[in-house]
């Protein structure tokens, strides 16, 4: 996070994430997930005290029970929650007007839950699209993320 501000210059990243779950009844799903975020550039471009950059990872293990409303069709809406930890690590080479650099390295554990909202859309008995919107609180870094996942959902 910027110094100044106190916010990260350029919040986007990617996410590769893989779950494995069953359903518990022919609504109501729970799956284990794991997830890894990674961003560069954090400090992307200058401002007036700083420059320089940073990069951020994390990796995350999350329990999901999601709710998937019968609509009696192949599009079915879902709602969804979680409880995750999560391990970060944030690493920067910053340095500011006075030329003074800073290398830092910070890492830590949390935990978080989550509230997602998505849609399915069942290709046929195999196959599942999905889109989802979460919403995730890490508690002892008071951060709420809000992420956007496409994937697909296979069943056998």
């Given amino acids: 996070e910027n110094e100044k501000t106190g916010k990260v210059s ?13 359903y518990l009844k022919p609504n109501v799903r729970l799956d284990g997930e794991f997830a890894y975020h990674t961003k ?3 400090y992307k471009g200058n401002d007036a005290y700083l420059e320089g950059k940073g990069k951020y990872s994390q990796y995350d293990f999350g ?32 340095k500011n007007v006075y030329g003074d650099t800073r290398d830092t390295s910070r890492s830590k554990t949390n935990f978080a839950v989550s509230g997602a909202l998505g849609v399915a859309y069942q290709i046929n008995d195999l196959l599942t699209l999905e889109a989802m919107a979460r919403a995730r609180y890490v ?11 496409l994937g697909s959902r296979f069943s056998f």
Avoid: C, H, Q
């Fill in 10 to 22: 350029n919040p986007m990243g990617a996410i590769l994430s893989i779950s494995l779950g069953a």
């Fill in 40 to 42: 560069d550039d954090l």
């Fill in 63 to 94: 329990v999901n029970l999601y709710y998937d409303f019968n609509t009696n069709s192949e599009i079915r809406p879902f709602v969804g929650l979680g409880i995750w930890g999560i391990s970060s690590k944030v690493t920067s080479d910053i």
């Fill in 139 to 149: 508690f002892s870094e008071d951060i709420y993320n809000l992420e956007g996942l």
